[in-house]
């Protein structure tokens, strides 16, 4: 299996000539265009095109604009190939909205999952993993199995502790992908603010790593999207994630958006 980042939690999967995309992101400024001029600024992450037309599957880890582009996934999947994302709560919520509409104006093939769910598509399995928002929006982690080997996405994940049960359940784990920055979020559908990190921090990704019996870690979900002040990350995010990861029972590999992994 050839495993490829593609900037930001962008991951495409690629075997025997077919491909799977993960929250990849063709057009990270569409996050904020919301806040319309305001978010002119913001510097943006870089970020790299899946393969046009070959996905059987874009896997979403939940339904956040920067991990949720309908753009992308348009782009990216073959013809019958389906968007598949956690099941939406009765509840309306701001937050979930843009990636919503914009899935259902691009009219692509959609089915919800709940945690533990799997689904086949084409040489990939998929099976939705354990992960808590850090909104409390629903969102999951995605593991994929393709010739013998397992990629587990976290998505933006906080930490938490159902890291034993998805390796004893689902392990182990060849590659993991992390989120790593630690953002801190003010956003006016939900004051008041919390001061506590909506995604994973360093230091928290590499303990996650070691929990889930990880082989190789790939930090992702840093390098962007700084704006005042609704998005606060972690500025030395990749630093520090290295320094913690220093030491521990798997190989920590950073790569630059549209690397593929070696080895």
């Known amino acids: 299996m050839q495993i490829r980042w593609l900037g930001w939690a962008g991951v495409e999967l690629e075997q025997g000539g077919e491909t799977l995309v993960i929250d990849p992101l063709a057009d990270p400024a569409g996050t904020f265009a919301w806040r319309g001029d305001a978010a002119r600024d913001v510097e943006l992450p870089p970020v790299e095109a899946a393969?046009?037309?070959?996905?059987?599957?874009?896997?979403?880890?939940?339904?956040?604009?920067?991990?949720?582009?309908?753009?992308?996934?348009?782009?990216?999947?073959?013809?019958?190939?389906?968007?598949?994302?956690?099941?939406?709560?009765?509840?309306?919520?701001?937050a979930l909205a843009q990636a919503?509409?914009?899935?259902?104006?691009?009219?692509?093939?959609?089915?919800?999952?709940?945690?533990?769910?799997?689904v086949t598509a084409g040489p990939f399995t998929c099976t939705a993993l354990p992960a808590v928002d850090g909104l409390g929006d629903p969102q999951v982690s995605w593991l994929v199995e393709a010739d013998g080997r397992r990629v587990l996405h976290l998505g933006d994940t906080v930490f938490h502790g159902a890291w034993w049960q998805m390796a004893r359940?689902?392990?182990?784990?060849?590659?993991?992908?992390?989120?790593i920055n630690g953002a801190v979020v003010d956003f006016p559908h939900q004051q008041p603010p919390s001061p506590l990190p909506a995604a994973m921090e360093p230091e928290q990704a590499a303990l996650a790593g070691e929990l889930l019996g990880a082989g190789i870690v790939v930090p992702m979900h840093y390098g962007g999207y700084a704006f005042?002040?609704?998005?606060?990350?972690?500025?030395?995010?990749?630093?520090?994630?290295?320094?913690?990861?220093?030491?521990?029972?798997?190989?920590?590999a950073p790569l630059a958006p549209g690397e593929a992994l070696a080895g």
């Open 51 to 94: 393969s046009p037309g070959r996905a059987v599957a874009g896997l979403v880890s939940h339904l956040h604009r920067d991990h949720t582009d309908a753009g992308a996934l348009a782009g990216a999947l073959t013809d019958g190939g389906a968007v598949h994302h956690p099941a939406a709560t009765e509840e309306t919520n701001l």
């Open 169 to 179: 359940r689902a392990g182990p784990f060849d590659v993991v992908f992390a989120p």
């Open 100 to 118: 919503d509409h914009e899935l259902g104006a691009a009219e692509l093939p959609r089915r919800a999952v709940e945690t533990w769910d799997s």
């Open 228 to 252: 005042e002040p609704h998005y606060r990350p972690i500025e030395d995010a990749l630093d520090r994630f290295e320094r913690a990861a220093r030491g521990r029972p798997y190989r920590a």
